[in-house]
């Protein structure tokens, strides 16, 4: 799958399910699930800090054949790392880019709030909430959070999203 390519989100989240991970899709895929139509390259995936949930995570990447996104490197180069994706190894990363079989992954430890700390997943997991589309549901990250993190971002990208995702607030409300 070309880097270009919007990720398969409905084998992703059955893969992370299957394998029982502790999960919140935030960024432009939770973006998404809310209705946005801007077209994202990957899952951002913000997972609970718990070896035993790595552990799971690290099992549903290696079904997917994750490696490494290296700047710089071929996938094929990044293919012969010897990355150990197991709980200890994603335990040690705060984000990490990785290309799978299903497109591209973000693993995200936190992302930042509006008044500027850094969230996890046990904070943010109370304001989320289940969105079903087509075959599959996912937990995201509330709109709220999304619309402060890519605000804290502060990317050209982030900016280009924004309207949208504050007309989409705007009808929530």
Known sequence: MADSEEPDVARLVETLDRHGVEYLVVGGSA????????????????VRQQLVNLERLGAAMRELNARLVVEGMTDQEARQLPVQLDGA???????????????RLDVLTAIPAADGRRV????????????????????AAALSDIIASKESANRPKDHEALPELYEMRAALE
Do not use: F, H, K
Request: with cysteine.
């Open 89 to 103: 190894t994603l335990a040690r990363m705060n984000i990490s880019t990785w290309r799978t079989d299903a497109g």
């Open 120 to 139: 996890g997943y046990d904070e943010l997991v109370q304001r989320a909430n289940l969105i079903s589309g087509g075959n599959y549901a996912i937990r």
């Open 31 to 46: 973006a998404r699930a809310y209705g946005a139509r801007r077209p994202t390259e990957d899952l951002d995936c913000l």
